[in-house]
Nanobody, 124 residues
Framework: QVQLVESGGGLVQAGGSLRLSCAAS????????MGWFRQAPGKEREFVAA????????YYADSVKGRFTISRDNAKNTVYLQMNSLKPEDTAVYYC?????????????????WGQGTQVTVSS
């Protein structure tokens, strides 16, 4: 089992920045690829970014490429999502997720463990 707890969400104006954190506990964190997803009201959960277990490889949804950065610190069992140039359409609940194997997974069914989510609201 892997337990994931997100933090860092909040209310920010358009153009602003936030950094989300996801703290992991349980099984060896460095064995898992990690992903960030988001779900806006009335919409399906969508892929945002993923990172390999070493942190050496990353992958982004086109909608966030160039604005968001995923990173991880295996010594701290934490994955981050730095979000810059935020837009109102980035408003959603953001979830982190963990999976074994190949990191470049955009489908949420490919992930084994999920956090409870953190709300990000971007005002215009």
């Amino acid at each position: 089992q892997v337990q994931l707890v997100e933090s860092g969400g909040g209310l920010v104006q358009a153009g602003g920045s936030l950094r989300l954190s996801c703290a992991a506990s349980g099984r060896t964190f460095s064995n898992y690829a990690m992903g960030w997803f988001r779900q806006a009201p009335g919409k399906e959960r969508e892929f945002v970014a993923a990172i390999s277990w070493t942190g050496g490889n990353t992958y982004y949804a086109d909608s966030v490429k160039g604005r968001f950065t995923i990173s991880r610190d295996n010594a701290k069992n934490t994955v981050y999502l730095q979000m810059n140039s935020l837009k109102p359409e980035d408003t959603a609940v953001y979830y982190c997720a963990a999976k074994l194997g190949w990191y470049r997974e955009v489908g949420d069914t490919g992930y084994n463990y999920w956090g409870q989510g953190t709300q990000v609201t971007v005002s215009s």
